[in-house]
């Protein structure tokens, strides 16, 4: 998608700090972290948010949650528990509208989340 934050990030038209690469998922950090690791998680292919993502029927978010953990492993913070979060429509937070999985840890997260 021409004039979407993340597809450009994919498309390395913008900078980011890519931390995992698979075939079909980007992870890169978070500009404004909430935490001392807060990595977003992205599908390649452009899908507006986790109910497009659900429904694209291909095994991607498969891909997607893969990933997410395998950086959670990467980052150290499985061990002590972290948080993948999907913000999903304007109501609930959500500021980019090409899905992606917070993946938080490395601090103390409590619940409810805000
Ligand atoms: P949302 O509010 O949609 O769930 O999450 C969007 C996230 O994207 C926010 O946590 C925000 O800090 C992050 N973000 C916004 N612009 C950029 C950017 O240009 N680069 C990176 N790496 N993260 C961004
Ligand atoms: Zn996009």
Known sequence: MTDCLFCKIVAREIEAEIVLETERALAFRD??????????????????????????????????????HAVAVQEGVAPGGYRIVFNTG?????????????VLGGRDLTWPPG
Do not use: C, R, Y
Request: aromatic share 2%.
């Open 31 to 68: 500009i404004n972290p909430q935490a001392p690791t807060h990595v977003l998680v992205v599908p390649k292919a452009h899908h507006a948010d986790a109910a497009a993502l659900a429904e694209a029927d291909d095994g991607l978010a498969d891909d997607v949650l893969k990933a997410a």
């Open 90 to 102: 304007a109501g609930a937070g959500q500021t980019v509208f090409h899905v992606h999985a917070h």
